[in-house]
């Protein structure tokens, strides 16, 4: 399974004309491997995410999730790919703060129609996968940032997804938590064979990643992984 975009064109009312946000983009991510999306602020990187996270449609082009066309579907139709295909992690984890770590997995789930008893199973499965077997029972008060950025990612995974996007995951962290945040995803991604696109302004997070797309005024094209 993987991740296609062809020939994506996305633009934005502008005054009295339109701004090209993504302009005839063209990007495969196969399925076990990690593409690095970097660019400077305002060069399309969140907007070329938003059409692979079928958040917003773009005025032309393909999206296609794991052998899914998503290009004509409806809002709710795109509502439930995203729950069972696509995996999203945010700059900041945006926890609930009455939830332990299980439970911020087990909400996931349940909008899923997973059993409460195999929900529970699969939430400490992902906890410990991500080195917090022992925290399954903290409130986000209780974990450092690095911790609530590793519930986040389990949390994105909760529903097996074939597409995991990630949105600049160590904003919020020193050097030395964010290297490990990234080296978590590149493992999670080879180990669970999901197609991974991680928008990064970091290029000392480019180690390791297969793939490294770079994005300027909306174009988008392939670099050397580093």
Request: negative net charge.
């Amino acid at each position: 399974m993987s991740l296609q975009l062809h020939d994506i064109v996305l633009t934005y009312p502008d005054g009295d004309g339109r701004l090209t946000a993504v302009d005839h983009a063209d990007l495969d991510v196969p399925s076990g491997t990690v593409t690095a999306l970097v660019g400077p602020s305002g060069s399309g990187k969140s907007s070329l995410l938003a059409v692979a996270a079928a958040l917003i449609t773009p005025d032309s082009g393909r999206v296609v999730v794991a052998d899914t066309e998503v290009t004509g579907m409806s809002r709710d139709e795109m509502t439930a790919l995203r729950l069972a295909k696509i995996g999203i992690i945010f700059q900041q984890p945006n926890l609930i703060g009455s939830l332990s770590a299980a439970e911020q997995l087990e909400v996931m789930a349940h909008l899923r129609g997973r059993a409460p008893r195999s929900a529970r199973d699969r939430a400490r499965e992902l906890l410990d996968a991500v080195g917090l077997a022992d925290k399954t029972g903290h409130r986000p008060h209780q974990l450092s940032g690095g911790q609530r950025q590793r519930v986040n990612i389990a949390r994105a995974l909760m529903n097996d997804p074939d597409v995991l996007l990630v949105d600049e995951p160590t904003s919020a962290l020193d050097r030395e938590r964010g290297a490990a945040i990234i080296d978590l995803l590149t493992t999670l991604t080879h180990r669970r064979a999901t197609a991974t696109v991680l928008v990064t302004h970091d290029r000392a997070h480019l180690d390791g990643v297969d793939q490294v797309a770079e994005i300027r005024d909306g174009r988008l094209r392939l670099a050397t992984a580093a």
